[in-house]
Every structure is written in structure tokens, then in C-alpha cells.
């Protein structure tokens, strides 16, 4: 008797056909969602630099240095030219005042050296009789009162003082100040050819 093949074929039919029938019904690859993705750090943004608050009043903001003075008080004259040009002297920080009536209302500017020059060629130190490491106050001039006895006796004369230049030095007489006027419009310095010098005066602490 002959055998046959055709169920062992069937089978096979079968279990293939199951198995692509699954694979086509099965659940479908899962992709991966974008939020489950790590997140990449974004770089912050450039910071600005940040002024001064607009908001702020100015006595609320941080101030510069300010310039600490050469000297501050009450002066004689050591000299004929500051009896003349003052006479007796106060010092403040706005202001320069004379007992003679003479008034210079003032504004610090700078702290120089002596060996700095206020014009071409002109020192502080040849001026005021200091040495060239001497620290020298220079003011701009604001505001000028001339003398009761006139222009002519003024520290300028009629010129006008635009700025003025003082040293504080120590000796056995205990405190020496001395004082330039200047007049010109520019700044005081090497290259300023308008200033002019006018008068040096002493003085001493009482």
C-alpha cells in the first residue's frame, strides 16, 4: 500500500500560515515619543551689561572715590602777595574765601604731582616752592569775588582766576600752604599754551 505526505504537508501550511497571520496582526513597532526623548540644555542668553538703575536717586547709587583736599581750614599770610590777594584765608571743600572780601567758589578736579606741568615747559613744583612728588590740588574756578580794594588786587587781576592750584607741606612753623592762580580756559596741563600763571601766595596754620 502507497502512504501519503499530503497531511504532513497540510500541517506545515498551516503553522505557517498562523504564525505569518500573527506576525501581520501583532502589535505594531512602539517608537520612541519625542517627549520621552532626553531634553537637550539650551544655553542661556547672553547677559546685557547693566547701567545704573534710572530708578534710583543718585545719593541711592554707589559714588566714585571722591579727591581727598591738601588742606582744609583757617590760614594767615605768610607773604605781602597773600596779604594783598586774601588775606586771611579759608579753606572749604567748595570754597576758597578771603577776609578781604575776595570768594572763590570751587570745584576739585585733580590731584596732580609737582612735577606735572600746567602749561608748556611750567611746573607745579618751580611755582609753589614744592618738590616734584608733592601732591597738588587743582580747582576749576566757578565762580570769583574780587577783593573790597578792586580787580587790580584780585589773585588774577582782571585776567580772572580760572583755576587754582595749592600744596600743604610741614616745617618747624608747622603747616605751609601754598597757592597759584591761573587764568586761561583750558584745563591746566603740558600742552594747554592759554594758561597763564598769575600770582603764588603763602600761608601758614595759626
Known amino acids: 500500500m502507497r ?23 501583532g502589535p505594531a513597532p512602539v517608537e520612541r515619543d519625542e517627549a520621552a526623548r532626553p531634553a537637550t ?21 554707589a559714588a566714585p572715590p571722591e579727591l581727598q583736599p591738601v588742606a582744609l581750614g583757617e590760614f594767615v ?26 570768594r572763590f567758589v570751587t570745584e576739585r578736579i585733580a590731584i596732580v604731582r609737582g612735577s ?11 611755582a609753589l616752592a614744592v618738590g616734584g612728588e608733592q601732591p597738588v590740588e587743582l580747582r576749576r574756578v566757578l565762580e570769583e569775588t574780587h577783593p ?3 580787580a587790580a588786587a584780585a589773585l588774577c587781576g582782571e585776567a580772572g582766576t580760572g583755576y587754582i592750584a595749592l600744596a600743604s607741606t610741614q616745617s618747624n612753623d608747622g603747616q605751609q600752604v601754598s597757592l597759584i592762580g591761573l587764568s586761561g580756559e583750558s584745563v591746566p596741563a ?11 601766595v603763602r600761608y601758614g596754620a595759626e
Open 3 to 25: 502512504s501519503s505526505s499530503r497531511p504532513s504537508f497540510s500541517a506545515g501550511c498551516v503553522a505557517l500560515a498562523t504564525a505569518a497571520l500573527l506576525a501581520a496582526c
Open 41 to 61: 540644555r539650551a544655553e542661556p542668553p547672553p547677559q546685557e551689561a547693566r547701567g545704573p538703575d534710572p530708578t534710583l536717586e543718585r545719593s541711592e547709587r
Open 77 to 102: 599770610p605768610r607773604d605781602d602777595a597773600a596779604v594783598a590777594a586774601t588775606g586771611r584765608l579759608t579753606i572749604d571743600d567748595e570754597f576758597i574765601e578771603g577776609a578781604n572780601g575776595a
Open 116 to 126: 606735572d606741568r600746567y602749561r608748556p615747559g611750567e611746573r607745579y613744583a618751580d
Open 148 to 150: 573790597d580794594a578792586g
Open 190 to 200: 603740558a600742552a594747554a599754551e592759554d594758561v597763564a600763571l598769575c600770582r603764588a
